[in-house]
Structures are given as C-alpha cells and as structure tokens.
C-alpha cells in the first residue's frame, strides 16, 4: 500500500465547517485534510439554514446563552463546555466576518438577529435569511484553496483509523481517483466527519452522514458518548424529496404557526412557549398531530407572506420545486432526523480519550448539547472548539512511517441502506421501545453489509441502537414509550468491548 504522510503530522479528515475552519485555524502550520467528495460541496454544514447563536446583541450575554442552552439540554449539558461556547462565540463571528461571511444587517449598519425555539433573546444571525451555511462554507471553500499549508485531497474516503501502542498514528484511506489505498499517517488526527442523519428515512442531512467517524473511533478504541440522542427537526418539508428539504426554525421565530390537518393551532396546549417551545417537544407534538389528524402544516401566510421569497430563499425554492406556494399556502410538513448530539467524547480542546485523536463539530460529543441541542447552537460549536483544537493540537514534523491493511469489502458506498434507513426511523425514531430497538438490533445483525461503505453505516447504526436501548428513560431527543419518566441525569458511554454503560 503507498504511504504518504500528513502534512505537519496533522490529518483531518472532513472538510465541512468543522474541518475547515480548524484547519484555517492551524495555518501556517501544514496540514492534510481529506474529503470523500469535493471541497465545498454536499456537506451538512452546507445545508444549515438556521443561522448561528452568538450573544452579540446589546440586550444580551453570555450567561443568558448560556442558561438557555443548558435548560434545552435536559440536564446532560456540561456546563463548563457550554460557558466555553456562549463566552467564545462573539469572538468566533467576528472571525467569520473579518473573513468577508455578510451577515444580515439592520438599516443601522449592527446585526441583525433573530429568535429560535427556547433562545430567550432574538441572537441569531443570518446570512440572506436562510443561506448562512452556504455562504459560510463558500467563503471557508475559497480561503482553504487560497492557503498554501492546508494540503486537500478530494475524494479521499477513510476506512479505518491506525494505530500503534494505543494510540491514533494516521488513517487508511480509499483513494478514489486513483482506485488504491492509502496511507496517511499522522501524529495527530482530527475527525470532522459529521453526523449520523443518512442513517434515517426521512432526513434533512446528505444521505452520506452515516456516522463513519463514529465507527472509526470505536474501531481504534476511543470512547463515544450519548449516542441515544438523535435530534428530529420538527419542519423537515414533507414534499417527498430524499433528503427532506428544511423549512427553518426562524420562520417559526418570525411568527409561523404549526397547524393540523384541520387548521388548528396544536403547540399552545403542549408548551407554554407553543411553537418556540424545545425541538424535542416541538417535533413530537408534530407527530402527534399527524399521526391523529393525518398532517401537519407550517403556516406562515400572515407571519411572512409576501416577504417570502426575498427573507426566506431557499425555504421558498423548496416549496416551489414541491408545487407549494408559502405566500398563500400552508406548507406540509414532517419531523426528519437532523442532529447528533452524541458523539466521540473529547474535552474541550477537542482530545478524545486515546493518544493522537481529536474530534470537532457533529461528531465530537464535547458536552454543550445535553440531551437536546439548543437552536442555531452547532455551528458555532465546530467554530469555538475547532478553534480550541487548532491551538492545542501540537505543532510536530511529518510521521513518516505507517501502514494499513487494505479494506475487506469493495471500497464503495452501502449498496443499498433503505431497509435500514426505514427500519431506524420506525424503531430508533422520535418514539422508541425495547420490543422495536430489539427487533432493530436483530435485523443489523443478520444484514451483513456488502460495500465498506455499508459496514460503517451499519456499525453506526448499531451503536445508535444499543445506546438506545440501554437508556431506560425519556429525556430530551430519547422517547421511551415504554419508560416515559426520568432517571437521575447521567451519560452513556460506549467503548469497545465495554458496550454501553452509565457515569
């Protein structure tokens, strides 16, 4: 197998947000970031219409962040990590805008902010409305390719992190334009593969999400944490496109109301703050009402209106792709899988718990989420702790030594994941019980995966499914129909050959 070691002696593997910014922030310092598609392109942080929570309002400040995102988090939010990113935050938007990201300003030339579900003040800010992860991956894109110590090779797919004594000492990768494997060894490797959304049926993220950095850290050793909790956006636009286009929570947060299939508001008797109410309550209550009424709908006819086109484009163009109208019609909608808050346990410099590996964005688990993420919360969690890693990831030469078995199955995406894909939505889904996540496990188990990229969806899958079934109790993103009460507060670990287990 040909070697060629990391740049520096730093690998990242990802190129959304996460990826990138930390390697921006690594510069001059060489690094190698692989992508198993093209910079820039198909990402999550791409499709991130929400905006970013910072306290950079006048009425506002870290501590109110802070105290919002700890109440969204149902109790598993740490606390030392979340003041982290409501401290650092503003500094990290004044990052994006010294690097030319135009957020939306007010006449007044200041930011200007909006309100999402459980934030106590209006402290998101946008880009054209609904275009903040676009133009931000664009203007990341572009000052990548500009910057001459960050070394990118495209379609580049790892399969397995090495290792040597217990520690991360590079990855094999595929190699896909030159059909071959390859390693890249490093000293220090950092994960930025995203979530786990492909994994769902219906799913506001690239069908590619499926969890790879997961099974790679497990694989070498690295403990993962709070798998259980898979966030369900409440508005994913029920048009039958797959991924499921968003409507995003800011409609909500200029006044759009949720209505059933017969026009009645349904959020008000469900939370005190209706339709800004947490995610969790907030995409239950929407099943609830399809599954009883036959649909739900977003109406924004009388918040938004005529405005629609110009604050809202992309929502907009979805909606007429769909045959929708949202200036004179309700949309329809559906919860879809849309956040990870569990992930590789890392602390807040980004270190996972074995030697040589780091994590940042979806798939670290660095604690500000908890048990349900706070709105608009997650990009700037890649930008603060991407940042954090940037300085504490040392500085060595290249590691030239490394070597890596080639992959046992055909180095190809998972063949074909609808099965599963159908299967975790019905049993690992917003509403879960032992009988489902039982028969799910058993279905896994049997379906042996034909493609490497098959392996690693459904090792992910899994693993999501067994922190699922472990967690006896209902908490935030966690529905347990069949134990609908609240332990005492506490993190699932999994490791392998520990499997699950609570601290």
């Not at 740490?78 to 010294?98: F, H, M, N, Q, V």
């Not at 042996?448 to 908490?475: C, F, I, N, P």
């Amino acid at each position: 197998m040909r070697a060629e070691p990391a740049q520096g002696g730093i690998l990242i593997v990802g190129a959304g947000l996460a990826g990138l910014y930390t390697a921006l922030k690594l510069a001059p310092h060489p690094v190698t970031l692989v992508t198993a598609g093209h910079l820039g392109a198909g990402g999550s942080s791409v499709w991130a219409q929400g905006g970013l929570a910072a306290a950079v309002g006048a009425d506002d400040s870290p501590e109110e962040h802070l105290a919002d995102t700890i109440a969204a988090g149902a109790g598993l939010v740490d606390e030392e990590a979340a003041r982290i990113l409501c401290t650092e935050g503003p500094a990290r938007i004044d990052d994006l805008l010294s690097l030319g990201v135009p957020f939306d300003r007010e006449e007044d030339g200041t930011l200007r902010l909006g309100r999402e579900a459980a934030h106590g003040r209006n402290r998101i800010v946008h880009v054209g409305g609904d275009e903040a992860g676009a133009t931000i991956m664009r203007v990341l894109t572009e000052k990548a390719r500009q910057t001459p110590s960050i070394t990118v090779r495209e379609r580049c797919i790892a399969y397995e992190l090495l290792t040597e004594d217990g520690a991360v000492t590079g990855a094999a990768c595929w190699d896909a334009e030159a059909g071959e494997a390859l390693a890249i060894p490093a000293h220090e490797t950092v994960l930025a593969t995203g979530g786990t959304g492909g994994l769902f049926a219906v799913t506001t993220n690239p069908l590619h999400a499926q969890g790879h950095g997961l099974t790679l850290a497990y694989e070498a050793g690295a403990t993962l944490r709070d798998l259980e909790f898979v966030q369900f956006h409440p508005t994913g636009i029920d048009i039958g496109r797959d991924p499921a286009p968003l409507a995003t929570e800011a409609l909500r947060g200029e006044g759009a109301v949720l209505r059933d299939v017969h026009g009645r508001r349904f959020m008000p008797e469900l939370h005190p703050d209706a339709e800004l109410a947490p995610r969790d309550v907030v995409a239950r209550g929407v099943a609830l009402a399809i599954k009883t009424t036959g649909g739900a709908f977003l109406d924004a006819r009388e918040a938004i209106g005529a405005r629609f086109p110009k604050a809202f484009p992309t929502v907009f163009e979805a909606c007429r792709e769909g045959g929708i109208d949202p200036r004179v019609k309700p949309i329809p909608i559906a919860p879809a899988a849309h956040y990870h808050m569990g992930g590789v346990l890392t602390d807040t410099d980004g270190r996972a718990d074995i030697p040589g590996l780091w994590a940042v964005g979806e798939t670290a688990s660095t604690g500000v989420h908890g048990a349900n993420r706070l709105a608009s919360n997650s990009l700037l969690e890649a930008l603060v702790f991407g940042a954090r890693a940037a300085r504490a990831l040392p500085r060595n030469g290249a590691k030239e030594d490394g070597t890596a078995a080639e992959p046992a199955l055909p180095a190809r995406p998972a063949a074909n994941l609808a099965p599963l894909r159908r299967a975790m939505s019905d049993s690992c889904g917003l509403l879960r019980d032992e009988a489902g996540l039982t028969a799910l496990l058993s279905q896994i188990e049997g379906d042996r995966a034909k493609t490497l990229g098959g392996a690693l969806a459904r090792t992910a899958a899994r693993l999501v499914a067994e922190a699922a079934l472990a967690r006896r109790e209902s908490r935030g993103a966690h529905q347990r129909t069949d134990f609908p009460d609240q332990d005492a507060p506490r993190h699932s670990l999994t490791r392998k050959p520990d499997g699950v287990r609570f601290a």
